[in-house]
């Protein structure tokens, strides 16, 4: 009898398997690849009595671990891991840790004496490490199992699977942990330049010579020192904060140029006070002013005779007290740079400037200036003078002398 006539749909069952057979997915196709490969590792391995096996992840040829390398290793270490025979592999995330933690190879390969290593520590009697590489329209994989005892080779295979579009995306994209530590990587490089930046720029400040000097319910700040001929002049504000205080210069105040050379202050000014050194008050005060709590006070400290060519004052000490009290401070700076005098042209400008406590008058012409500008008008004046007298006595008609009286 006709089995067809007889069986009709177990005949259609059977062709329909034979089709799918037939046309069989490269997923397919891939997986026997994988286990053909392990069947031929599996008999090499019995026969050198290898039996406890830990799996490394795949490598490219460059040494970089990839996905299609770690899967790769996945799949061989189930395809592997068959206990009726004897072999045992080690745990796979434990393998991972051991490399990661004993940092044994930084490029994901095993060499002999990382294998040693790392079968002390997982107890694997051998390590299978290898490489995927791309080769035309395929994947080549290479294996080789190490001994961990001699770290020589053992045995080794090698196969190739189909490219699919899914391998090769597998094959190009990196570790997850890896991406994570570029990332990571990244963030912190931002943070350590952005941490280094703001150190710099705290170390500029911290470099920076102090010009605010604090004690007492006094704080002095520094505006800084001009020089003009042989005069050097600073200027400062001081301020009461907790009450009003009677403010005094003391005239052993003084500046050390940067070669060491002491000179003492020749007069001082305190609002609208002005005082030389000479006007003793007592403890050695020469000026004294009352400051307002609350209120920035211009004061002006001047030094002639600076007979050397400082570009940096070294040291100045600027030593002040209150009225009726003998005890003194010192407010001191350090390397205070020069600046130049203006002109009195430039500094009439700046009137704003002289009452916001440059230590003038609120002319913006500062004491040095005025000086200078006194002694030019009293030259031009006493010029005139001379030239005006001199033609007065050219115009004026000359009287004829009278003769005296004959007999005187």
Known sequence: MDLRVRFPRLLTAAALAAALLATASPAHAFDQELKALAQKLTMKLTKVNKTTLAVVDLVNLEGTTTLIGRFLAEELANDLDNPDKGFTIVDRTHVRSLVKEAKLSSNGLIDQLTSTKLGQMSGASAILTGSVTEFGDSLRITVKVLDTTSGKQVASESTELAKTKALEELYNKPLPEDAAAAATGSVQKAATKGKKAAVAAEEAESSEPNRVYEADGVRIELLGCTRAGLSVVCRLTAQALSRDITLTLDNRTRILDNQSSEFAVTEGKIANENRNRDHLLGCYSFIEKTLVMGVL???????????????????????????????????????VALGASPSPKVASRGGAAGAAGDGSDGSGASDTDETIKGRALREVKDGVGDLVHSLIDRIKPKTPAVPKPPGR
């Open 297 to 335: 006070t211009p004061v002006t400290v001047s030094f002639h005779n600076v007979d050397t060519s400082p570009k940096l004052i070294s040291s100045f000490d600027l030593i002040f007290g209150e009225a009726n009290d003998c005890s003194r401070r010192t407010a001191n700076f350090r390397a």
